[in-house]
Structure formats: C-alpha cells, structure tokens
C-alpha cells in the first residue's frame, strides 16, 4: 500500500481533459510539503513533469498543470495526445516516515 | 548535459551482497544530494536511500535499514548503495536521481537504472 493513494488507471479520448488524484494525510501532503509529478513512459526511467505543486520544467507542454486542496494534489492534462500514454507518480514528504514516498501510479491510455 | 548512469547490477541469491553505483556528468556534484529510487517488476516507485553533497545526512527507507549502506566519493563523482543480506523482494530496477530545489525538494534527474535480481 503506497503512502499517497492514486487511482490506478484514467483513461479519455483524444483531446479531452483528464486528472489524476493523488490523496495523502497530515504527514505529508496536508502537512504543507510539496508535490510533485513524474512521467514515465513504457522501458524509460521517470521524468519529472510539475514540481513544487503547480510548476512545469522548460521543455513540459503547459497542457500538463498540477494543483493542491488540503491532504490531496492533482494533475490535470487537457488536450490530451496518443504521447500522453504513461504511468504518473505523484511524490512527496513524510515527516512521521521521514523519507520522500510516492503514489502507487496511474497508468493513462488515450482511446 | 546533467547525466547519471548507474551500473553493477546483476543477479544474486538470497543473503547475498552487491555494490551498485552512479557516474554523475554535467554538474556539480559534491554541492547537490543524491537518492537511490526502486521499482519492482510492475510495480510503483519506492525511495530508497538519500545521501547529502557532505555526506553528513543520510536517511533509509524502513524497509532497507540495516541491510543498505549509501555512500559517495565527490572526487570521483560517484554515488554507491552497498546491499547485503538481500532479499527476493529487494528484486528491482535501482534508479539514482538527484535532488533539486527547496526544502526536501523533487528528483530531476533520473538515471537509466540498474536491474537487481535476487534469486536462487
């Protein structure tokens, strides 16, 4: 069981918006530390995709944009394209595990 | 370019011991803290280790403390996770990823991965 919970799959068709959820507690997420989002596609290693809760590195489309209420974070893509077909992983830190902990992942298929 | 590359991974059986490291390029590396990140066959992302430029601060998840060991030479810009008594469920691709911005921060980049099988 991962620490932050995510959906296990979200799937939509071409040009929809979708999110993802990402639930934490007190320890972590509601705790006030932040969240961030990684894209890993099929035989690659993760890349990072939103930092500090809502901020995208150079080079991210601004289709992709994270967002946080309380214990919980999201990601939302909008406009969504076949490259969009990954596994995303939210991650934060946990003050009581002391240690970063990930969500279990949500595999998007575009239909 | 920032690059990491990780090598030695490999099979082993249970009970066993095996070095990993990571060949950091394009960065400074003594000034950034470094982490050891797992994925099992299938399965989600698990951190595992976190070391600090100076070495001075190092944590381990629950599940490796005791058995992992992290370590880093800044002259040689490489980071090591020393395994011993693995274990079948320590069976996984061993990534390292450095940390970035403020507070516990976020892992950019990532390496490629080693693959650890543990196995009789």
């Known amino acids: 069981q991962s620490v932050l919970t995510q959906p296990p799959s979200v799937s939509g068709a071409p040009g929809q918006r979708i999110t993802i959820s990402c639930t934490g507690s007190s320890s972590n997420v509601g705790a006030d530390y932040d969240v961030h989002w990684y894209q890993q596609l099929p035989g690659t290693a993760p890349k990072l995709l939103i930092y500090g809760n809502t901020n995208r590195p150079s080079g991210v489309p601004d289709r992709f944009s994270g967002s946080t209420s309380g214990s919980s974070a999201s990601l939302a893509i909008t406009g969504l394209q076949a490259e969009d077909e990954a596994d995303y992983y939210c991650?934060?830190?946990?003050?009581?595990?002391?240690?970063?902990?990930f969500g279990g992942g949500t595999k998007v298929t575009v239909l | 370019e920032v690059q990491l590359v990780e090598s030695g991974g490999g099979l082993v059986k249970p009970g066993g011991s095996l070095r990993l490291s990571c060949a950091a390029s394009?960065?400074?590396?003594?000034?950034?803290?470094i982490n050891w990140v797992r994925q099992a066959p299938g399965k989600g992302l698990e951190w595992v280790s976190s070391?600090?430029?100076?070495?001075?601060?190092?944590y381990y998840a629950d599940s490796v403390k005791g058995r992992f060991t992290i370590s880093r030479d800044n002259a040689k810009n490489s980071l090591y996770l020393q395994m011993n008594s693995l274990r079948v469920e320590d069976t996984a691709l061993y990534y390292c990823?450095?940390?970035?911005?403020w507070g516990p921060g976020w892992f950019d980049p990532w390496g490629q991965g080693t693959r650890v099988t543990v196995s009789s």
């Open positions: 394009g960065f400074t590396f003594s000034t950034y803290n």
């Open positions: 070391i600090s430029g100076t070495s001075n601060y190092i």
């Open positions: 991650q934060s830190y946990d003050s009581s595990l002391r240690g970063w902990v």
């Open positions: 990823a450095r940390s970035e911005g």
